[in-house]
């Protein structure tokens, strides 16, 4: 089967497409995982925080230097911890980077395999873009 050559313009293209949608995963997958950073850092300081103010429970000398010396210093132990919502989100959003990321690969392998006419929208494509809600160019 001969399948039309992908011309050093549409290289080009393919090349811009593909370097555009890496830095956008890139940037994504950086941002999810400062948030998770986060949400452990948080974690860590709320436990860290209960122990002090159990420890103060029983030595009224700590409890006099912590409270002279921390403003607001018992704030923390009354937040709710909403660190598994976080992190459930950061999955999600992993997953659906990953999907990208994995979307983006196959369809460079496509044109790069099959030339020129991988870059026409197939109605498999058309319809799996409808499923990931994606505007389909008509």
């Not at 830095?23 to 974690?43: G, R």
């Not at 999600?92 to 020129?116: C, F, H, P, R, S």
Request: proline share 2%; hydrophobic share 40%; glycine share 2%.
């Amino acid at each position: 089967m001969n399948t039309p050559a992908i011309t050093t313009e549409a290289q080009k293209r393919i090349s811009t497409a593909a370097k555009d949608k890496g830095e956008v995963l890139f940037s994504k997958l950086y941002n999810l995982t400062e948030i998770v950073k986060l949400a452990a850092f948080a974690s860590e300081s709320k436990r860290v925080l209960e122990g002090i103010r159990n420890a103060s429970e029983y030595r009224p000398e700590m409890q006099k230097a912590i409270r002279d010396n921390v403003t607001a210093w018992n704030n923390w132990s009354e937040m709710d911890d909403a660190t598994s919502s976080v992190l459930a989100y950061a999955v999600i959003e992993m997953e659906a980077v990953n999907d990208q990321y994995l979307e983006t690969v196959y369809d460079v392998a496509n044109v790069l395999k099959n030339g020129a006419a991988a870059m026409t929208d197939t109605p498999a494509s058309e319809a799996k873009r409808k499923k990931n809600g994606a505007e389909v160019a008509k």
